[in-house]
């Protein structure tokens, strides 16, 4: 099935793989025609209606080369993964990461330069994870991020607060649902699991925590960690939270419809909460928890790779900073004209009229000023370690803190691991 850039926000590590055939031909563009080069350019399968026309559009716009753009069903990081180890995969490509292995391995091309002048402009968040050793593997798209929906209305008539610290969120929480359970509404929605799989290591920056600092040692080793992911099982244990929701976290159906005073959810859903809900709804970031608390939103990016083996490495160095730095009329189509999400370049967010005003406008604020991403030295061995803590603390009430030394002891054993491999 197609996959939105929401699923960049799920679970962070990237969409899983298996082999697919290309959905726009075979040629592998690894060669060029008459004067002119020929490149090929990957794409994973875009939910959003449009995208793979508008990709289209861009590349037979672009005036330096021959570009073929491939749309790729399926299992699209394995993909990419196996076609960077032969002579038969993509000059430029679209990626979660570039991962730190693709960049030790040298199969990923420093872009760098592409960057030259604008670096600043690109947002923080989505930079930071792909730059290793003061270099910069690939050129950041459109961001994505998750916030916290409320309801005006419901707030007002229980006369709650938008909540402001994680225990004030709790506390609505509770409020909510007690006011409501005529109409069975519940305080809050953070997916059908409780919020194990969709929070991920926010709460850990909402406590002032990380998940490896950027000295590379494990972020939540502390006993505020401890504390942040207990109480997210007080709130799954009050049953305040919307359990066994007809859709997901990720779709706004059930706050739309009343089922949740409050809901965690995407950007993305942005647009039909306004058309459904008008002026009664506000956002906020994952509020902050204890005295070193700070609000906290999770970004994702997906971002534009050149292949270290490419024949053209220059030419498609050329096409990435054409498309991705030059045009600024793409860069908007793109994040706004399907689906709904935020430009890299902060001096583009700052000119979209769709993200100048109102909520979208707050959520921009948010990323900026609050934005987070999984470190480039997270991996997967270490999510899953720490999602299964998280899972068994929200859902079964398990002792956080020996939860998270059992976590810490993986993800230490992983960052060592990732040293030696330097």
Not at 34 to 46: A, D, F, I, K, N
Not at 103 to 127: C, E, H, M, S, Y
Not at 376 to 402: F, K, N
């Amino acid at each position: 099935m197609p996959i939105s850039r929401r699923v960049l926000l799920a679970g962070g590590a990237g969409l899983g793989l298996a082999a697919a055939s290309a959905a726009c031909g075979s040629n592998t563009g690894r060669g060029a025609e008459g004067s002119r080069v020929r490149l090929t350019q990957w794409y994973h399968q875009y939910g959003e209606v449009g995208t793979r026309q508008a990709v289209g559009r861009y590349a037979a716009a672009y005036p330096g080369a021959d570009v073929h753009v491939e749309w790729r069903p399926g299992n699209y990081d394995q993909q990419t993964a196996a076609a960077l180890l032969t002579d038969a995969g993509p000059d430029v490509f679209e990626t979660t990461g570039p991962t730190l292995d693709q960049i030790r391995g040298g199969q990923v091309t420093d872009v760098t330069d592409l960057l030259k002048n604008v670096q600043d402009d690109f947002l923080p968040a989505v930079l930071a994870p792909r730059t290793h050793d003061g270099r910069i593997w690939g050129v950041p798209q459109v961001v994505d991020t998750q916030v916290l929906y409320y309801r005006k209305s419901l707030l007002s008539a229980a006369g709650v607060s938008p909540p402001r610290t994680l225990d004030e969120l709790i506390d609505a929480a509770a409020r909510l649902t007690d006011r409501n359970r005529r109409t069975r509404t519940k305080g809050l929605f953070l997916g059908n699991d409780g919020g194990a799989g969709v929070l991920a290591g926010t709460p850990l920056y909402a406590a002032g925590l990380s998940l490896v600092t950027p000295d590379g040692k494990v972020g939540f080793d502390d006993p505020a960690a401890a504390r942040t992911l207990g109480k997210l099982h007080k709130l799954y244990a009050a049953k305040s939270l919307l359990l066994g929701a007809p859709t997901d976290w990720s779709d706004p159906s059930a706050f739309v419809q009343g089922l949740t005073a409050m809901q965690w959810s995407g950007l993305w859903a942005l647009p039909r909460v306004k058309k459904e809900l008008g002026d009664d709804f506000g956002v906020l970031p994952f509020p902050p928890d204890g005295p070193a608390g700070r609000p906290a939103v999770p970004v994702g990016a997906y971002a534009a790779a050149v292949n270290a083996r490419t024949r053209h490495r220059d030419a498609a160095k050329a096409f990435a900073k054409w498309l991705w730095v030059e045009r600024a009329d793409h860069q908007l189509d793109f994040a706004l004209s399907y689906g709904f999400h935020i430009p890299a370049r902060a001096s583009l967010a700052a000119k979209a009229d769709k993200l100048t005003t109102g909520p979208a406008a707050e959520v921009v604020r948010f990323v900026k000023d609050h934005g987070h991403a999984q470190p480039l030295l997270w991996t997967p061995a270490s999510q899953v370690a720490y999602q299964d803590a998280l899972h068994r603390i929200i859902q079964e009430g398990a002792d956080p803190a020996a939860q998270l030394r059992a976590a810490v002891r993986r993800t230490e054993a992983e960052l060592t691991r990732v040293r030696k491999a330097a």
